[in-house]
C-alpha cells in the first residue's frame, strides 16, 4: 500500500487488518515478531517466521515445516538464552 492509499483507509479496513494481524502469530529466531519477506509457518503450532533466518528461499522451503521451538522444546531455552546476550 503507498502513503496515498494508507490515508485513504476507512476504519472499518484499519480494523480489519488489525484482527486479521491478531490471528498471525510471529514467533522467528531473530526476535523480530513482525512479517519481512519471504515467510514461513509450522506446520505443528502455526507460527510464522522469516525465511531469511533459517536460509531458506523460495527453491528450498519444504514442503512440511516444523519451526525451532516445536522441534526441540527442551534446547529453545539455550537458544533464546544466546540470544539474549549478543
Not at 509450522?42 to 531458506?56: E, K, P, Y
Not at 519444504?62 to 539455550?78: E, H, L, R
Request: aromatic content about 6%; glycine content about 2%.
Amino acid at each position: 500500500m503507498t502513503c496515498s492509499q494508507d490515508t485513504m483507509a476507512t476504519e472499518e479496513s484499519i480494523e480489519t487488518e488489525d484482527e486479521l494481524s491478531k490471528d498471525e502469530v510471529v514467533n522467528c529466531i531473530c526476535l523480530f515478531n513482525e512479517e519481512n519477506g519471504l515467510m514461513i509457518q509450522c506446520d505443528v503450532c502455526l507460527c510464522w517466521q522469516h525465511a531469511v533466518c533459517f536460509d531458506l528461499t523460495v527453491e528450498t522451503l519444504p514442503k512440511k515445516y516444523i519451526c525451532f521451538v516445536c522441534s526441540d522444546p527442551t534446547g529453545n531455552k539455550a537458544i533464546k538464552d544466546r540470544l539474549y546476550k549478543v
